[in-house]
């Protein structure tokens, strides 16, 4: 079957895109550009990065723009799922869900609608299990954002190995953040993965923060060779 | 040792991590078990297991209802089965029950209407069907949605059938159907 990714640019949306490769066929990605910093849908810092993420994965990449206004927004998504239905003849398409029965629910109504079938290869996954995983597929995800007590500024533009997976279980323990970002705590961007024919090489950023919230947004980034 | 029955398009597709791994997740604490493709199954196959559970699949998939005679076995079946979704749509054709449009995604208010083992009051559950099932009398109704009915079990067998998906929401309800 031929498949979409929506895809964000974060660990989710790229380890499902890995795991519908292995199953599927890819054959583009959707990203949805949100306006709106508070939509649950789709907001994510550094969503330009995708251009080149498509880039290294060698894949078409539809982008649409949205205010981001709760249900408005999902018109949005619809239009970008049927370009690509129409351009790409796709089949179906895959998202990096995982907890969000709001974000499954309304992506499932809009496949259903255009007769296309639809994934969620991270669905349920263990929190912890899934930020192995990213790190055993040898992605290279750094933090981009942060939005939850305790986390600060010092975690921005950290790479997510071992021992960060420890502190984040960690902070679930003591504060019951979700280790993976699934409430929102954490935003994160891929700068590498096994699928990328180069990886992300970051120029020039900024750090924006305000107490324990903050994001790391990249200004300047290019390809290099692996 | 419980058998999980992968009802996906295919064996091994990407379904399998959304339909059929939460449940494991579900059940690993509790007892062993294994995953198997419908399509793979025989009798003598299923007499190995203590009970059996049918997972559901893809909104769009309607593979597995083309090839009900894949699961006669259910019909004679003696151990305790849990169809979730496309599951409990199977052991509705093979008990004489036909499919009964009636699409329901996401968070759905369930009724009880009957008392069982497995969920006692009215509670909220998510779905992810276009169809339910029409009851033969071999079947008894234990749940409703305000569309269709939701939940069934064999008159005089330990098989169940629910619409909604408990390996998203109320696992409880899967942990007590172990317990049977």
Known sequence: ?226 | MILIVDMNYRKDSVGYYEFVLPIASSIKDLEEYTIRHYSELSRTDIDRYSRIILSGNALEDKQVLTQIEDFAWVGTCEKPVLGICAGMQAIGLIFGSPLKRCLEIGMTVIKVVKRNPLFFSSFKAYELHSYSIQPSEELDVLAESEKCPQAVKHKKKEIYGVLFHPEVRNREIIRRFMDL
């Not at chain 1, 990203?31 to 810092?45: A, C, D, L, Q, R």
């Not at chain 1, 949205?66 to 999902?74: D, H, M, Q, V």
């Not at chain 1, 790190?135 to 921005?156: E, H, N, T």
């Open chain 1, 1 to 226: 079957m031929r498949f979409a990714v929506l895809y964000s640019g974060g660990k989710d949306s790229m380890l499902a895109l890995l795991k519908a490769a292995e199953k599927e066929e890819v054959i583009c990605l959707i990203s949805m550009i949100s306006k709106n910093k508070e939509s649950y849908m789709f907001h994510t810092p550094n969503i330009e990065i995708t251009k080149l993420q498509a880039r290294a994965l060698e894949l078409p990449l539809i982008r649409r723009l949205t205010e981001g206004k709760k249900e408005e927004e999902l018109k949005d998504l619809r239009e970008a799922i049927r370009r690509a239905e129409e351009k790409f003849k796709i089949e179906g398409v895959v998202t990096g869900a995982v907890e969000s029965v709001y974000q499954a629910e309304r992506i499932q109504k809009i496949c259903h609608e255009l007769r296309l079938w639809c994934f969620n290869p991270l669905w349920k996954k263990d929190q912890e299990e899934l930020l192995e995983e990213t790190m055993r597929k040898g992605l290279k995800v750094i933090i981009s954002g942060v939005f939850a007590y305790p986390l600060d500024k010092s975690w921005l533009g950290k790479q997510i190995d071992k021992e960060m997976i420890g502190k984040l279980v960690a902070l679930q323990q003591e504060y019951g953040i979700s280790p993976s970002g699934e409430g929102g705590e954490i935003e994160t961007t891929v700068l590498d993965a096994p699928l990328f024919k180069k990886r992300i090489e970051i120029m020039d950023f900024n750090v924006e923060s305000d107490g324990n919230s903050g994001v790391f947004q990249i200004r300047k980034a290019r390809l290099t060779e692996k």
